[in-house]
């Protein structure tokens, strides 16, 4: 079966872009955390976490939907069940993100710890959550 893309796997160019948006989504996260961590320096750590996942969501969700998937509006509720699923997908995948970013900070106390478990458990759940985008969100032939 012939995939949404017109051929039996992902182009390169749209597996690049994928990455290069993760990796857009992560600095967006990053930054975010940063600048949460500089307002409220004490106790820190959730709300970072919190606001820097906010931030990634919505941004890849965009570059996803529009330069991944080439998905088109429909309806307000075909956009509303898309973004609900994508959203519960989210959560899943950022558990993993979360989970990485938590053990790291607890076992070595180092915002470099941090942000490297972070970054691990974003691109777990970047390959995992494409996979699930692809086949049940956006729902591509093939997937």
């Known amino acids: 079966m012939r995939s949404h893309y017109g051929g039996e796997g992902i182009p390169t160019r749209i597996a ?8 857009l989504s992560t600095l967006a996260n990053f930054a975010v955390q940063a600048a949460v ?16 996942t906010a931030a990634g969501f919505g ?18 509720g075909d956009e509303l069940l898309k973004i609900v699923l994508y959203g519960l997908f989210s959560v899943v995948t950022t558990i993993i993100f979360w989970g990485f970013e ?3 900070w607890t076992v070595w106390r180092t915002d470099l710890a941090k942000y490297a ?3 691990i458990g974003l691109a777990i759940g970047y390959i995992s959550k494409f996979a699930l985008d692809r086949k049940f ?3 591509l032939e093939g997937a």
């Open 137 to 139: 969100v956006f729902k």
């Open 37 to 52: 961590v500089k307002i409220y320096p004490s106790q820190s750590l959730v709300p970072s976490m919190l606001a820097g």
């Open 59 to 76: 941004l890849k969700y965009f570059l996803d939907k529009r330069w991944i998937f080439f998905d088109r509006y429909e309806s307000h």
């Open 117 to 119: 478990g972070g970054a």
């Open 16 to 23: 690049v872009r994928y990455v290069v948006f993760a990796i």
């Open 102 to 104: 938590i053990v790291f």
